[in-house]
Structures are given as C-alpha cells and as structure tokens.
C-alpha cells in the first residue's frame, strides 16, 4: 500500500456505487464480447487442434498468475478498511471510557476533562471526516487533541482519584494511536502499478480465452463475458473499498456519534 492524494480514483469513487458498478463490470463483459468477434476472423484461420491446446497452455498459467496477484490485492485492500473501521470503533469507545473515568475527577478538573473530550469527539465528526475522505487529517481536530493534553498534564491526583486519571492518561495515548493509524488508513492507496497490473492482467487473460477457437461463437461469446464480468467484479470491489473513508461504501462516523449519544446518557458526577 502507498499513500494517494487523490485523482481519477477518487473521483470515481464520488459517483453512485451502482453507476460505478454498471461502467466497470459492464465494460468488462462488453469488452470480453467485442474481444470475440474482433477475433473471429484472425482465431478462424488459426482453428485446430493444435492451436487451441497453445492457447489453454498459455490460459492456464495467465490466469492462475491473475488469481493469484487478483485474490492478494483483494485481502491486502480488504484488510486495511475494516481495519480502518474496527481502530475507529476502538477510538471512539475509548473516548467514552475517558469520559467516564472523568466523573470521579473533583471539580473544575472533571468538567475541564470532560468538555475536552466532547470538544474532540465533535471536531473529528465535523472536521476530520470529511478531510478523511480526501486522504487527510484536521488541523482543528489536532487542536482539540492537543487541548486534551493542555487539561490532563497539569492535573494532580490525590488518592481518591489517581486510579481513575492514570487510566485516562492511557487511554488518551491509545486515542493517539488510534487517530493515527486512522489518518494513515485514510491515506492508503493501491500504487498505480497495481492498477495497470490489474488492468493490463485481465486483458490479456481474456484475450487467451477469445483467441480460442469455438464452433459455437454465441456460446463462445457468452463464456468469455461471463469471466470478464468476474473480473470486472474484482475490480470494482477494489476500487470500492481502496479508499476507506470515501465513496457509499466507506467507513462512517457513525461510531463517533454513538459515542456522544452514550456520553449524555451519563448522569454527571456519577462514577460508571
């Protein structure tokens, strides 16, 4: 994975998912058709046995090597966005536990710690999202981190509540460490070279199966667009999701939201 700051990919990924759908395993099936009958005169002259058992030779060995490089982009992509949505899950609830902990500070430091975490929680839903989905992270909401750190640092517990402040110190380290990582999810991007590989490998992929020879060329015809639709699908699954926070299929701020719901459900000044 490398880091992308933006382009023709993300600009796609601003479309309707269906529509995206449509153009890319359309195009795909519309290709591996065209490939067909485009061919049929070139595979015509060529037909026998003998031609055909070069072409499966050469089939075999293209598209295992696609399956391969195919089905370890897909787990490598797949990965990174629901490890993007589990570290924002983490981060949020780990947020509430800092508010929590919070109520057994003594006064002003509880209601200093707990507008800060509030403040945080509101400007990562306001202002980092949407610079999410542009490959980025917030200035503003850096600022509200920082401001967690100008409360809690000068802070000092007595017996009755050290327990409960180192714990928010840790989490707020974890917080840290989870913003990051989600910024760096947000960031990621298959090289353009795996895109051409993509590209260029399932050409030639469904080339080898339309310089076949066939008797029956609608069947033929129907055989290689039903692979082409099975490699435009993987395509578009990538593209889909190569981007973590932007497009329909993205990972939301729905967590964060919970977050806020469940902090004003806390009764204040009661320990949880």
Request: hydrophobic share 45%.
């Amino acid at each position: 994975m490398t880091t992308s700051t933006g382009g023709f990919f993300m600009t796609i990924l601003d479309l309707p998912v269906w529509l995206v759908g449509v153009l890319i395993v359309g195009g795909a099936a519309a290709l591996g058709v065209a490939l067909v009958y485009g061919l049929d005169v070139f595979v015509k002259q060529h037909r026998g046995a003998e031609h055909n058992q070069a072409i499966s030779d050469g089939f075999q060995a293209v598209a295992t090597m696609y399956a391969i490089v195919a089905g370890l982009l897909v787990f490598g992509v797949y990965t990174t966005f629901e490890s993007a949505s589990q570290d924002s899950a983490t981060e949020a609830s780990t947020l509430v536990l800092m508010y929590r902990s919070a109520q057994a500070f003594p006064q002003p430091e509880r209601e200093q710690a707990q507008q800060a975490v509030v403040a945080y929680i509101r400007s990562v839903i306001d202002d980092e999202w949407p610079a999410l989905a542009d490959g980025a992270g917030s200035p503003k909401t850096s600022e509200a981190m920082d401001h967690l750190f100008d409360v809690y640092n000068p802070m000092t517990p007595n017996e009755h509540w050290t327990d409960q402040y180192n714990r928010s110190v840790n989490d707020l380290g974890d917080v840290v460490k989870l913003r990051t990582e989600r910024i760096d999810h947000a960031r990621a991007s298959l090289p353009p070279i795996y895109w051409f590989l993509l590209f260029a490998g399932g050409f030639v992929t469904l080339l080898y199966v339309a310089l076949s020879y066939v008797q029956r060329r609608g069947m033929h015809a129907l055989a290689v667009g039903l692979m082409a639709t099975m490699v435009g699908l993987v395509i578009f699954l990538l593209l889909e999701v190569n981007h973590p926070f932007r497009g329909e299929i993205a990972v939301t701020k729905e967590n964060f939201q919970n977050a806020l719901t469940s902090i004003s459900q806390i009764v204040p000044g009661q320990p949880k």
